[in-house]
């Protein structure tokens, strides 16, 4: 049950519609279309949902059920994670409460669908003008517009998990070697779920893939990096012993 809501909370939804409850999970990652599925079905027991996909190549799986939804609805209070449109500073109060009371192995399967449903690895490269070198950027995020809800998944990642977060453009994000590391080797993404098309150059890759090529970054010694002195440096170095396979070149590194 934490598993599902969890998915739920960040690519799904149930709202209620035409007499009954629709639970509704849409994205374009069919792994985690069948982890729904999956869900549901040990859950409830349920087998026939009602699939369609849109011109973007979103899919959506749902399932329509006023005692399921209901159940769903008292678990949680709402599912609706944006704000009032009449004050933007209120929004619904989410009972989060289930996610205090499993085990930490439960807490990482949770926020492993979560990262991976609605959040992912920002990998780069930029030119530091204070410091006159190229530095690396490296991150792991989860999209999360409803302070509240980022307020408890920073608590439990904290206090459950040991990893410490920050703020970032209505995200939480892990940015420190130790946490990215903990994060790599205590969560990771589900397997198989690659970068949406939103990314500019990641779009298609193995979100676990460039988690890999992330942590390996640490072995580059900073002079390696000093030693560039054109955007074009970066790109056309080809370090595969550190961090890519020959076929990926380094142009995917850049953000």
Same mark, same amino acid.
């Given at each position: 049950?934490?598993?599902?809501?969890? /998915?739920?909370?960040?690519?799904?939804?149930?709202?209620?519609?035409?007499?009954?409850?629709?639970?509704?999970?849409?994205?374009?990652?069919?792994?985690?279309?069948?982890?729904?599925?999956?869900?549901?079905?040990?859950?409830?027991? /349920?087998?026939?949902?009602?699939?369609? @996909?849109?011109?973007?190549?979103?899919?959506?799986? @749902?399932?329509?059920?006023? #005692?399921?939804?209901?159940?769903?609805?008292?678990?949680?209070? @709402?599912?609706?994670?944006?704000?009032?449109?009449?004050?933007?500073?209120?929004?619904?109060?989410?009972?989060?409460?289930?996610?205090? *009371?499993?085990?930490?192995? *439960?807490?990482?399967?949770?926020?492993? /669908?979560?990262?991976?449903?609605?959040? +992912?690895?920002?990998? +780069?490269?930029?030119?530091?003008?204070?410091?006159?070198?190229?530095?690396? &950027?490296?991150? #792991?995020?989860?999209?999360?517009?409803?302070?509240?809800?980022?307020?408890?998944?920073?608590?439990?990642?904290?206090?459950?998990? *040991?990893?410490?977060?920050?703020?970032?453009?209505?995200?939480?994000?892990?940015?420190?070697?130790?946490?990215?590391?903990?994060?790599?080797?205590? #969560?990771?993404?589900?397997?198989?779920?690659?970068?949406?098309?939103?990314?500019?150059?990641?779009?298609?890759?193995?979100?676990?893939?460039?988690?890999?090529?992330?942590?390996? &970054?640490?072995?580059?010694?900073?002079?390696?990096?000093?030693?560039?002195?054109?955007?074009?440096?970066?790109?056309?170095?080809?370090?595969?012993?550190?961090?890519?396979?020959?076929?990926?070149?380094?142009?995917?590194?850049?953000?």
């Amino acid at each position: 049950m934490p598993k599902l809501i969890g /998915l739920l909370l960040t690519d799904g939804n149930v709202r209620f519609g035409s007499r009954t409850y629709r639970i509704v999970y849409a994205g374009k990652s069919d792994e985690l279309h069948q982890i729904f599925r999956k869900l549901m079905n040990n859950i409830f027991g /349920l087998e026939n949902f009602y699939e369609y @996909t849109d011109k973007k190549g979103v899919k959506t799986t @749902t399932y329509s059920s006023k #005692i399921i939804g209901e159940y769903l609805i008292n678990t949680c209070g @709402t599912f609706k994670k944006a704000q009032s449109r009449t004050n933007p500073k209120d929004y619904p109060k989410i009972n989060l409460k289930i996610f205090y *009371e499993i085990t930490t192995q *439960e807490l990482k399967e949770v926020f492993r /669908l979560m990262f991976s449903a609605d959040g +992912g690895v920002v990998m +780069g490269v930029k030119w530091h003008k204070r410091y006159n070198k190229w530095e690396l &950027t490296r991150r #792991i995020i989860l999209k999360c517009s409803h302070p509240g809800m980022r307020k408890v998944y920073r608590y439990l990642l904290k206090e459950r998990l *040991e990893i410490n977060t920050k703020e970032w453009d209505s995200s939480i994000a892990i940015d420190t070697k130790d946490d990215l590391f903990r994060f790599a080797k205590e #969560i990771s993404f589900v397997k198989n779920v690659k970068v949406s098309k939103k990314s500019l150059y990641w779009q298609g890759y193995n979100k676990n893939n460039i988690l890999s090529i992330l942590i390996k &970054t640490y072995k580059i010694k900073p002079e390696r990096l000093k030693s560039f002195k054109m955007q074009n440096d970066v790109i056309s170095n080809k370090p595969k012993n550190y961090w890519f396979e020959p076929a990926d070149g380094c142009r995917a590194l850049m953000e």
